[in-house]
């Protein structure tokens, strides 16, 4: 009777051996399997090729303002300049159109979606909107501007439905800021006396930004654009 007993537990730890032995070497091969290589290449990615001096691709300017010898003036849409002077007379308006340009863009390498914005700067002398209180007045065009909530700025970023910040891709054609009327008059004068006008306080300016729109807000990306 001893001895069949021995025999017995004899065989069952050496049972218990091959299972210990299976189990490690199942899990030795999963720990080892190999698969197919995956490689991820990053790059910087660009907004726009913004071009150099010579040759921009980002571009803001306007039609030259050619004066009359009545004093109004005219634009030669085909004058491209960088400022213009006025000679101002009270109440006859004055044709402006500054304009922004991005082009050179469809087959840019890396090229992102992205936000356009315009800041427009104007001097004491102006009301922005015609409400009459100032000697000079212009009105942004909001059916493709859209106003942003900056503190202390004015600044739009492009809409193409006047109601929400577009992001924009590749090339972008030129388009005005400012509201015109049928004779291209966007800056209106007051009648009233103009022997307070400067030429520090009538200027306007603008300046054109972009950055990329994907995960920041208007608001955010005119912050990191600046």
Same mark, same amino acid.
């Given at each position: 009777?001893?001895?069949?007993?021995?025999?017995?537990?004899?065989?069952?730890?050496?049972a218990l051996v091959l299972?210990?032995?299976?189990?490690?070497?199942?899990?030795?091969?999963?720990?080892?399997?190999?698969?197919?290589?995956?490689?991820?290449?990053?790059?910087?990615?660009?907004?726009? #090729?913004?071009? #150099?001096?010579?040759?921009?691709?980002?571009?803001?300017?306007?039609?030259?303002?050619?004066?009359?010898?009545?004093?109004? /003036?005219?634009?030669?849409?085909?004058?491209?300049?960088?400022?213009?002077?006025?000679?101002?007379?009270?109440?006859?308006?004055?044709?402006?159109?500054?304009?922004?340009?991005?082009?050179?863009?469809?087959?840019?390498?890396?090229?992102?979606?992205?936000?356009?914005?315009?800041?427009?700067?104007?001097?004491?002398?102006?009301?922005?909107?015609?409400?009459?209180?100032?000697?000079?007045? /212009?009105?942004?065009?909001?059916?493709?501007?859209?106003?942003?909530?900056?503190?202390?700025?004015?600044?739009?970023?492009?809409?193409?439905?006047?109601?929400?910040?577009?992001?924009?891709?590749?090339?972008?054609?030129?388009?005005?800021?400012?509201?015109?009327?049928?004779?291209?008059?966007?800056?209106?004068?007051?009648?009233?006396?103009?022997?307070?006008?400067?030429?520090?306080?009538?200027?306007?300016?603008?300046?054109?930004?972009?950055?990329?729109?994907?995960?920041?807000?208007?608001?955010?990306?005119?912050?990191?654009?600046?």
């Amino acid at each position: 009777g001893k001895r069949y007993m021995k025999k017995k537990t004899l065989t069952a730890a050496i049972a218990l051996v091959l299972i210990v032995a299976l189990a490690v070497g199942a899990t030795y091969a999963y720990l080892t399997a190999k698969t197919g290589t995956v490689t991820n290449t990053f790059v910087v990615g660009k907004v726009i #090729d913004p071009g #150099d001096e010579k040759n921009p691709n980002f571009v803001l300017d306007e039609s030259k303002a050619v004066r009359s010898s009545d004093g109004t /003036y005219t634009l030669d849409t085909a004058q491209r300049v960088k400022a213009n002077d006025y000679t101002v007379v009270p109440g006859v308006n004055l044709p402006k159109d500054p304009t922004v340009e991005i082009k050179n863009q469809d087959n840019v390498a890396g090229g992102s979606d992205y936000y356009l914005f315009v800041k427009v700067t104007a001097g004491a002398a102006y009301q922005a909107g015609e409400d009459g209180t100032k000697l000079l007045s /212009y009105t942004v065009d909001t059916d493709k501007w859209l106003k942003l909530d900056v503190a202390g700025e004015e600044v739009y970023v492009y809409a193409a439905d006047g109601k929400t910040a577009s992001a924009n891709h590749g090339n972008f054609a030129a388009t005005g800021i400012l509201k015109a009327d049928a004779q291209g008059n966007a800056i209106t004068v007051t009648n009233a006396d103009l022997s307070g006008l400067t030429k520090e306080n009538s200027a306007l300016t603008f300046q054109a930004y972009v950055c990329q729109s994907a995960g920041l807000t208007p608001a955010e990306a005119y912050a990191a654009a600046k």
